[in-house]
């Protein structure tokens, strides 16, 4: 399997003072040999000396450490030291990391300090929320926690909230969101308000998150107004959360959303799918409704929704299904939607629908003989 290579893993490598290590017959000298060797060689080479490094376990870990540490070591050697350190929950080896993570001027290594303490987890909460009180290690460090999912992450992830900087902001919302804490709700319903389009995109899925535990009307009454939010990446994340909550409440403000003049057409597409999650008698009438101001991608996105509908709902779907594809000239700017048409009637299975379905094996569309063909084979199975 191959690797995935540090972020400079094509530089030239610097002479590093582990490569003065000679090999010796001492179990202790051979590890440091072991170790050395992580300063030799393509990035591929190092990776599968890592893996060597990995099974010395303790033995390896006074080197380790002191490679890290080395700030004339090679970049890359440190790289993975910090890799390998990321197996050791110890009080040395959290520290040792936090210190190059707040010391060092390279992001690139600070970043690995990061993941490594990600993976120790737990064990490094408290340190690396510290370094939340310097602005400038702040993103690395609320990237870090947020990866980590332990509950002792929330006051630290509440505190990086009042960062000014809506990475952080968004970044820590998201990681707070997974908990599903209802406690959290304030803080998610302040955020929707938030200035940033990805902090209140983050707001959107954490109310989302939050559908267990509140009120399903709640939930509607928060996302509702942000259908039309000024950023459409918001107000399609709102309609994706809306489309979570299967009732007829929820389906309302999606049903109005398409009635409503010069919805954008991507916006149309999230609604449309929205509504086919749903899959419930209210959004399967409103959408056949919606019909005639859907733009052809929303369209599209329908006729595909309906092969998910439910049996109580599929003699109404094959109805309109069967009544678009009438309404739909043979012409070339229809041919896809109309070939889809064909496709959803055939997953209807109804056998009353071969008569129609056989007309299309001479229309004028060689793709609709096609999908006609395909669709008269799903009915007689």
């Known amino acids: 399997m191959p ?103 390279d992001e690139d290594l600070r970043q690995a300090m990061a993941a490594a303490l990600t993976q120790i987890g737990p064990g490094a909460i408290a340190a690396l929320g510290e370094q939340l009180a310097q602005p400038a290690l702040r993103p690395a460090a609320v990237q870090a926690l947020a990866r980590i999912h332990h509950p002792a992450t929330i006051p630290w992830l509440k505190l990086a909230m009042a960062d000014a900087r809506s990475p952080v902001r968004a970044t820590a919302l998201d990681a707070l969101s997974a ?41 509607i009454d928060a996302l509702t107004p942000l259908l039309r939010d000024a950023d459409e990446r918001v107000a399609q994340q709102a309609a994706y959360a809306l489309g979570r909550l299967s009732s007829t409440a929820a389906a309302v403000p999606l049903l109005q959303l398409l009635q409503t003049p010069g919805t954008p057409e991507a916006l149309q597409v999230f609604t449309v799918q929205a509504l086919n999650w749903q899959n419930t008698a209210t959004a399967l009438e409103g959408l056949i409704q919606a019909w005639d101001r859907l733009e052809h991608p929303a369209r599209l996105a329908l006729v595909q929704g309906m092969a998910a509908v439910s049996p109580d709902h599929r003699s109404l779907a094959t109805s309109a299904l069967a009544n678009w594809l009438q309404l739909l000239p043979p012409a070339a700017e229809n041919s896809t939607l109309r070939r889809h048409l064909v496709l959803a009637l055939g997953q209807m299975g109804d056998p009353g629908l071969e008569p129609v379905l056989r007309s299309l094996l001479q229309d004028p569309d060689s793709g609709v003989q096609l999908h006609a063909e395909a669709a008269l084979r799903q009915l007689q199975a």
Request: proline share 6%; aromatic share 8%; glycine share 4%.
């Open 179 to 219: 908990f599903a804490d209802p406690t959290l709700l304030p803080l998610v319903q302040q955020s929707l308000g938030d200035s940033a389009v990805a902090v209140r995109a983050a707001a959107v899925r954490g109310l989302l998150g939050l559908r267990f535990c509140l009120p399903a009307q709640q939930l």
């Open 3 to 105: 690797v995935a290579a540090s972020p400079r893993a094509n530089q030239e490598r610097p002479v590093s003072p582990f490569d003065q290590f000679a090999v010796s017959s001492s179990p202790s000298a051979a590890t440091r040999t072991v170790v050395a060797r992580l300063c030799a060689g393509d990035f591929h080479d190092r990776w599968e000396q890592s893996r060597q490094v990995a099974d010395l376990g303790d033995a390896a870990l006074d080197d380790l450490l002191a490679m890290l540490q080395n700030n004339e070591c090679d970049w890359e050697a440190r790289w993975f030291a910090a890799r390998a350190l990321g197996e050791f929950d110890r009080p040395e080896v959290i520290a040792a990391l936090v210190n190059t993570f707040a010391t060092t001027t």
